[in-house]
């Protein structure tokens, strides 16, 4: 069975530029959740989609962080412009529901320069 | 904003049970307990979850005290390939708009050893 799949699984990029993820969840699943995780912050929550609608978005840090689903397969996080503080592994997890539980996908590892 | 306590770090000899203990005395009565785990550069990965009976499943067994202010996740025959840090989590699994949320905390970093 196909997990989440993420790509890309590195970037590298300078910073001001525009840097997307994308991730595809489990065939199925109607909840989708983006998270980051950092040494000093550890594993936090984005933003979260059920039905391809964002519920939740407090975990956003500021308006140069964007997610979209356009579709129930499919969706992408967008940070412009990108800034150094912006490292970090950035992990997608779905499920059937939003109280089941979550299977996460490999991560997208992001360093800005 | 996590709801439980860990251990920061905890050890255990390969082939013998690794218990890894979780305090929630904040709990509510509708919310259950999770436990991920996460191995170096992967994912986090789902382990069990119960509200208050005891739950068993083929990785591990979770045992929650009656008062449900802590709880004990086993995994019976420890290998090399379960070192990683353990979450221990609290959630609301309701209908509610946080439904999905879920803090992880800083875990337990188990290490097992040959």
């Known amino acids: 069975d196909a997990g989440v799949i993420q790509s890309p699984r590195h970037e590298v990029t300078e910073m001001g530029q525009e840097v997307t993820l994308r991730c595809k969840p489990i065939s199925g699943h109607n909840s989708l959740f983006w998270y980051r995780q950092t040494m000093m912050r550890g594993l936090e929550l984005l933003i979260y989609?059920?039905?391809?609608?964002?519920?939740?978005d407090s975990g956003m840090p500021e308006d140069r962080f964007s997610a979209k689903m356009p579709n129930a397969s499919f969706s992408t996080l967008k940070i412009q412009p990108s800034e150094p503080r912006d490292s970090a592994v950035y992990f997608c997890?779905?499920?059937?529901?939003?109280?089941?539980?979550?299977?996460f996908g490999d991560g997208t590892r992001l360093s800005i320069l | 904003d996590a709801k439980t306590t860990q251990p920061p770090s905890m050890d255990c000899a390969e082939g013998r049970a690794a218990n890894l203990p979780c305090n929630h005395s904040t709990i509510s009565g509708n919310e259950y307990v999770y436990w991920y785990r996460q191995i170096h550069s992967q994912g986090p990965q789902y382990i069990i979850h119960g509200l208050k009976n005891n739950e068993t499943n083929e990785m591990a067994s979770l045992i929650i005290t009656e008062d449900r202010k802590s709880s004990t996740l086993i995994l019976p025959h420890a290998t090399l390939r379960d070192t990683a840090v353990y979450y221990c989590i609290v959630r609301v699994d309701d209908r509610g708009s946080t439904l999905g949320r879920l803090y992880f905390g800083r875990g337990t970093q188990l290490t097992v050893w040959p």
């Open positions: 997890a779905s499920s059937f529901s939003g109280t089941q539980p979550q299977h």
């Open positions: 989609f059920n039905n391809n609608v964002p519920i939740d």
